[in-house]
Antibody, heavy 121, light 113 residues
Framework: EVQLVESGGGLVQPGGSLRLSCAAS????????MQWVRQVPGRGLVWVSR????????VYADSVRGRFTVSRDNAKNTLYLQMNSLRTEDTAVYYC??????????????WGQGTLVTVSS | DIVMTQSPDSLAVSLGERATINCKSS????????????LGWYQQKPGQPPKLLIY???TRESGVPDRFSGSGSGTDFTLTISSLQAEDVAVYYC?????????FGQGTRLEIK
């Protein structure tokens, strides 16, 4: 089955760190750009970061640049998001997302179920 | 960043009637060399991740019912549901992917009247 499964969310204090993982299965993970999108419960979608297929090209939203680091391990079919210096406004469900086609990033076809990150004291 | 603005914020339509959601971008998302609009539409139901409905502004994703259609070019786009079904109750988002930093509209909540 083609799927993405996120893990690693939870409750963390402001200023703390958390690492999210996204396990991919059912497709050739190493062929696809991958992205993270977040959503505050009850609110809209916000794009966070993107990494190309071999990890050589990475883009971040201004709101997380310098605090978050995206990476991937193609041998393990896993995408990561290391989140440091967390703020209360980072509280959201974090989705791992794969595009429709390999070699491109735009159309967000395959979504995980999301993992909730709560930043609170 | 390209700002995406949807209208209306919420919409109530009777079953079987047409629903229309608009999306306006702060700058054109038409890439002239390919003549493609880098615009997608998504549907999100409660407790679920978003689902891709439309890409390149008007290309329906495989498996999406043909009552869903997308139109527009440049900065103004429309998602139309030709005959609303009960299962179409959801929040709908537009998205631009011309800019490296993808942005979404704020969402339009569609309900049954």
């Amino acid at each position: 089955e083609v799927q993405l499964v996120e893990s690693g969310g939870g409750l963390v204090q402001p200023g703390g760190s958390l690492r999210l993982s996204c396990a991919a299965s059912g497709f050739s993970f190493s062929d696809y750009w991958m992205q993270w999108v977040r959503q505050v419960p009850g609110r809209g979608l916000v794009w966070v970061s993107r990494i190309n297929s071999d990890g050589s090209h990475i883009v971040y939203a201004d709101s997380v640049r310098g605090r978050f680091t995206v990476s991937r391990d193609n041998a393990k079919n896993t995408l990561y998001l290391q989140m440091n210096s967390l703020r209360t406004e980072d509280t959201a469900v974090y989705y791992c997302v794969r595009p429709l086609n390999s070699g491109w990033y735009g159309e967000l076809k395959l979504w995980g179920q999301g993992t909730l990150v709560t930043v609170s004291s | 960043d390209i700002v995406m603005t949807q209208s209306p914020d919420s919409l109530a339509v009777s079953l079987g009637e047409r629903a229309t959601i608009n999306c306006k971008s702060s700058q054109s998302v038409l890439y002239r060399s390919s003549n493609k609009n880098y615009l997608g539409w998504y549907q999100q139901k409660p407790g679920q991740p978003p689902k891709l409905l439309i890409y390149w502004a008007s290309t329906r994703e495989s498996g999406v019912p043909d009552r869903f259609s997308g139109s527009g070019s440049g900065t103004d786009f429309t998602l139309t549901i030709s005959s609303l079904q009960a299962e179409d109750v959801a929040v709908y988002y537009c998205q631009q992917y011309l800019d490296a930093r993808i942005t979404f509209g704020q969402g339009t909540r569609l309900e049954i009247k």
